[in-house]
């Protein structure tokens, strides 16, 4: 389930899996998720503010108080140093890496957390259910 996959040894299958628990925690559309920058995050406040201009955001500024679990998950992040560096100095909070490389230099993308949902659709078909105290 996708607590294994949040402690997955694999850095792209642990990447993928926390941005798509992050996704349901806050009620994210994934674009959103794969989007997110590390400047958008207020660790004090516990919330995300994201632009009107970032995708996602659908032309508006958003303000998103996170839940403790939500806010834990970009705490554990911040401490275990993720996230991809794009041109600029631009940290994406989600990120994952080529063969070979060292540290994360691409931004996770809507099709990598839709494959996490598609592995928790079908255990959820199967019958498997995932105790929420499991989740992370």
Known sequence: ???NKTKSNDFNTRSAARATLFA????????AVANLKMHEYNPTKG???????????????VNIPLNPLADSLL????????????SG???????????GANAPNK???????????RDLTLLHQKGIRVKQDHLY
């Open 107 to 117: 931004r996770i993308t809507t099709g990598d957390i839709t494959d996490i949902l």
């Open 47 to 61: 919330a995300l503010y994201i632009r009107a201009t970032e995708g996602g955001a659908k032309g508006r500024m």
């Open 24 to 31: 349901m925690l806050t009620g994210l559309r994934p674009e």
């Open 89 to 99: 100095g631009v940290i994406n909070i989600f990120g994952k890496m080529d063969k």
């Open 1 to 3: 389930g996708i607590a």
């Open 75 to 86: 705490q554990d992040m911040i401490k275990e140093g993720i996230g991809q560096i794009e």
